[in-house]
């Protein structure tokens, strides 16, 4: 009798997440809300193309996999046009699909035996009290006058003193009567007066075995409503069991003995679930077309299905409810089979598509930019649909008032548009796209790098199909450049220098040196002046007063400058390394000696320059344009104004060379010989001894200008990883050169 007691009454064992509940009661409430506008339309369904009808047959087959249902969800959210328009929420909340609680533990064997015989034939049911309560149990009872009938019963095992109460429940209850405990004893009387001044309802629980003899529960119920608790009921306990049904409080309060009691509340355990966490919700949010028409095709094939229309015998119809929320343009589907989600919702897809096809309404469509730039893509679409040029919008969002551009195409026969990198060079090539169905407005938002198109559905996909060509992740080139500057200069001095300070007298003596090491305390930093081999004539008062010296010289001096720079593709680079040098433009005095000179004064940049602009083709062919220059100041020999000469090399060129491959630019050689003689007047120029009477020069100088440039293009991330890889081992090996 007290088996059930020890078990829970409500099985609150199945929870969902807050949005899934959200979603479902939101649900339940359309459904209630709603089943006149479901009737409604299915007195207008209306057939769908063939096409459309003949794929119904793959809707039988589903799986049971609620992973099929993740897979299908995460398919949805990628396909919720990533690449355009506004991020379409659809979503889908598999259910548990329960709605019963699991049964609980059954008794397994039979009552246990005793002693007691029990064999009625035709007895009256007042001495069948008599026997159980006075002879037999010897408790106190009341019967009640009114309490008639005739019991036939025979035990075919003896009873145990246990089940004799329940036992004469059993008895009463098929003669109209009940007993009830009150005071210490028992009270025999009909039904009908058993509830009435002699009970008191007792709440339900579990921890709380049942008294003996006819009782009243109150049951509250978690999730079931009452009404609907109460028709479930009727058809299976004994009349009279349920007394009140309160609406209000949502519970019931039901009548009987003990074990009727156990029996009512075990199906109310049954059916008393979280039935809203069975229940599988979908919401699907339609792009092309209008929800309510979604609604009736979607009906028509649910009940194709089972046979029939929907609501027909064997249906699919009856077990999926599909709600139209049209303030969204969305459809909410629910249905207490998890796996015929996300079969819906295939068909939601291709019911949208089809239906949006035909659609001639015009939707606004937000398009963001994942890679490009709005403007210049907004330029490209209208040298595909119009020569017209696009409204640019500087706000974030489409104000009243805006003037967009109009967009309209020429219907040109020929295949799709393929459209090559660079996008800037997009080609004007044949398309099918044929004529908008409506006007088409395109705005380029570049605050926010979006593209706002007012297009019809149809237009809108030609549109995007554009865009998804375009909107692309651009090249960017990595141009490493080694410019070298090459010094050769040949020089070549002999010949005898005379120092007279006086007249020749004794005292001289004679030195050499190797390298120009002349001790300069003597010779007052003439070392430095005549390096080589010097052999000089020093009279006593250290001075020197013949230097004989031989020097040839051939030096190289490499000037090695290796920049690099990255660049998108086809735009320019610059990169400059060097100093701003001050130069007089000008200079002004008054016709006043005394007046000041005003020097205008401009600063011009020198060192190195280098501006290149590179363009990919799909070959990877690196176009470059190229613009090098190395500059210096040196000191004017030409003028008197006390201003810097700028010397200049340039080189300007174009060249096409593959990714990864050098090329060179080179060539730029200026050359200076400068020679002369001098000594003694009439001693020099004589033949064969003149060297040892004055001095030769002869002086070489070549200058050669040599540009490297090598690029490499990035077409992604692992590109630019490995370019700076080798970057960073530059730099540690020149770290570690020093």
């Known amino acids: 009798m007290t088996a059930f007691r020890d078990r829970p009454l409500i099985d609150s064992g199945h929870r969902s997440g807050g949005l899934r509940r959200v979603m479902a009661l939101a649900a339940v409430l359309l459904l209630a809300g709603c089943e006149n506008l479901m009737q409604k339309y299915e007195a207008r369904v209306e057939p769908v193309n063939a096409e459309t009808v003949a794929e119904t047959e793959k809707f039988s087959d589903v ?30 909340f598999p259910g548990t699909g329960r709605f019963v609680a699991p049964p609980g533990k059954r008794q397994q064997g039979s009552p246990e035996a005793g002693g007691i015989s029990l064999n009625f034939e035709n007895t009256d049911i007042r001495e069948v009290v008599k026997v159980i309560l006075g002879d037999i149990l010897k408790l106190n009872y009341v019967l009640d006058p009114q309490v008639r009938g005739g019991v036939t019963m025979q035990t075919g095992r003896p009873l145990a003193t246990d089940a004799l109460l329940p036992t004469l429940e059993t008895l009463l209850r098929m003669n109209g009567a009940a007993m009830v405990r009150s005071d210490g004893s028992y009270l025999v009387l009909p039904v009908s007066k058993a509830v009435r001044g002699t009970l008191v309802p007792q709440l339900a629980d579990a921890a709380t075995p049942l008294p003996s ?111 139209p929320i049209e303030g969204v343009n969305g459809l909410l589907v629910v249905t207490p089979r998890s796996e015929y989600l996300s079969r819906v919702a295939d068909w939601i897809e291709r019911l949208d598509r089809i239906g949006g096809a035909g659609s001639a309404e015009q939707r606004i469509y937000v398009y963001p930019v994942h890679n490009g730039d709005a403007k210049n893509l907004a330029d490209l679409l209208n040298e595909i649909f119009t020569r017209d040029r696009v409204e640019v919008k500087k706000s974030a969002s489409l104000a009243p008032g805006l003037k967009p551009k109009r967009l309209e195409s020429t219907r040109v026969k020929g295949k799709e548009p393929q459209v090559q990198r660079p996008v800037s060079e997009v080609a004007a090539t044949s398309t099918s796209f044929g004529r908008p169905a409506a006007d088409v407005r395109v705005v380029a938002d570049e605050a926010n790098n979006n593209l706002l198109i007012m297009a019809t559905a149809r237009d809108y996909e030609k549109i995007k199909n554009v865009l998804k060509d375009l909107d692309i992740v651009p090249l960017q080139v990595h141009i490493e450049a080694t410019i070298i500057e090459v010094l050769l200069s040949d020089e070549l001095e002999y010949g005898v220098q005379w120092f007279f300070k006086n007249n020749l007298n004794g005292g001289y003596k004679g030195e050499g040196k190797l390298d120009g090491t002349i001790d300069d305390s003597k010779t007052s930093g003439l070392g430095t002046i005549f390096p080589g081999f010097s052999w000089s004539l020093i009279d006593s008062a250290n001075n020197i007063r013949f230097v004989l010296n031989a020097f040839a010289g051939d ?29 007089a433009t000008q200079q002004q005095q008054a016709t006043d000696t005394t007046s000041t ?93 003149g060297a040892m009477f004055g001095e030769t020069t002869n002086r070489t100088k070549r200058t050669e200008l040599v540009v490297v440039l090598t690029p490499r293009v990035i ?6 990883k490995r370019i700076t890889e080798d970057f960073r081992a530059k730099m540690k090996g020149l770290k570690g050169s020093f």
């Open 213 to 323: 003899g006819y009782n009243v529960e109150v049951v509250p119920l978690k999730y079931i409503a009452a009404d609907e608790m109460d028709k479930i009921l009727k058809p299976l306990v004994v009349e009279g069991s349920v007394i009140r049904v309160d609406r209000k409080r949502n519970l019931l309060l039901i009548a009987g003995t003990g074990q009727e009691l156990n029996y009512i509340l075990e199906t109310v355990r049954t059916f008393d679930v979280d039935w809203i966490a069975g229940l599988s919700v979908g919401f699907f949010e339609l792009r092309y077309s209008k929800a309510k028409d979604v609604v009736k095709d979607l009906e028509t094939i649910l009940g194709s299905v089972g046979g029939g229309k929907k609501g027909a015998d064997g249906g699919v119809g009856e077990l999926v409810r599909v709600l």
């Open 715 to 720: 077409a992604n991330e692992q590109d630019a």
């Open 597 to 689: 000179v005003v020097n205008s004064i401009e600063y011009r940049d020198t060192g190195i320059t280098l501006t290149v602009k590179p363009k990919v083709n799909p070959g990877g062919l690196v176009t470059m344009e190229i613009e090098q220059e190395v500059s210096n100041a040196v000191e004017t020999e030409s003028s008197a104004l006390d201003s810097p000469t700028i010397q200049t090399r340039n080189i300007s060129s174009t060249v096409a060379v593959q990714s990864g491959q050098g090329v060179i630019l080179g060539g730029l050689i200026r050359s200076e010989n400068a020679g002369g003689k001098g000594g003694i007047p009439g001693l020099y120029d004589l033949p064969g001894i």
């Open 63 to 92: 799986g049971t996999d609620k992973r099929a249902i993740e897979a299908k969800e995460g398919a949805l959210a990628r396909s919720s046009d990533a690449t355009g328009g506004a991020a379409y929420q659809n979503k889908l």
């Open 555 to 583: 030096a190289r001096v490499n000037v090695l400058s290796a920049p690099s720079v990255m660049v998108l593709d086809n735009h320019e680079a610059k990169i400059q390394v060097g100093d701003q040098v001050p130069i």
